[in-house]
């Protein structure tokens, strides 16, 4: 079993990333890994970047997908916004408004389910954008939830089948931009 192996296993890694994983160094699997949640995860649960950090890719992350949230519904771009706030100056007050946007976000997220008023991909887009925007704002309380955000904008920011490989590599550009490597492996 190799470092990066036995490390992912002590996180609890998924079955998936630890067979993909397979005998990459840390570095090699941080700078080929094609799934921003993945990355997103592991830097959030390793406490090697900051909570600040890790809630502002993931926000990054998350505007990618703003693109397919109806004209007029600002309830998602809120609550990332919020969620910047809360980074940049963490104060109770700052927490709260993230907190109440997170829940807005949350209905955001639902009303593009029901409606489906743009067609279902769009909808489907929309509402996954609006819960990226939710699980950034609940970030700014708990660094667990910012895989769920990455995967929410990832899927966001999918418009097609063909365009999904273009929104993932985005994506993982913006976190290994923000963020570092959080496993070094010892010679």
């Not at 397979?22 to 592991?42: F, I, P, S, V, Y």
Request: hydrophobic share 55%.
């Amino acid at each position: 079993m190799t470092q990066l192996q036995e490390h992912l296993a002590e996180l609890d890694a998924c079955l998936e990333a630890c067979r993909w994983a397979g005998d990459r160094t840390a570095a090699q699997a941080w700078d080929e890994c094609e799934r921003a949640d993945w990355l997103l995860w592991w830097a959030a649960i390793t406490g090697r970047n900051s909570h600040k950090s890790i809630v502002l890719v993931s926000a990054a992350c998350a505007r990618t997908g703003l693109q397919y949230v109806l004209a007029g519904e600002d309830r998602p771009r809120l609550a990332i916004e919020a969620a910047e706030r809360w980074a940049v100056d963490p104060t109770p007050q700052n927490g709260a408004a993230a907190g109440a946007a997170a829940g807005a976000a949350r209905v955001a997220a639902r009303v593009a389910r029901v409606t489906g008023a743009v067609g279902w991909a769009a909808a489907a887009r929309a509402a996954c954008a609006a819960g990226a925007a939710r699980w950034v704002a609940c970030a700014a309380g708990d660094a667990r939830w910012v895989a769920c955000a990455a995967g929410d904008a990832a899927r966001a920011a999918s418009a097609a089948a063909e365009a999904d490989w273009d929104a993932h590599q985005e994506m993982c550009q913006i976190v290994r931009s923000m963020l570092v490597c959080p496993f070094e492996e010892v010679a």
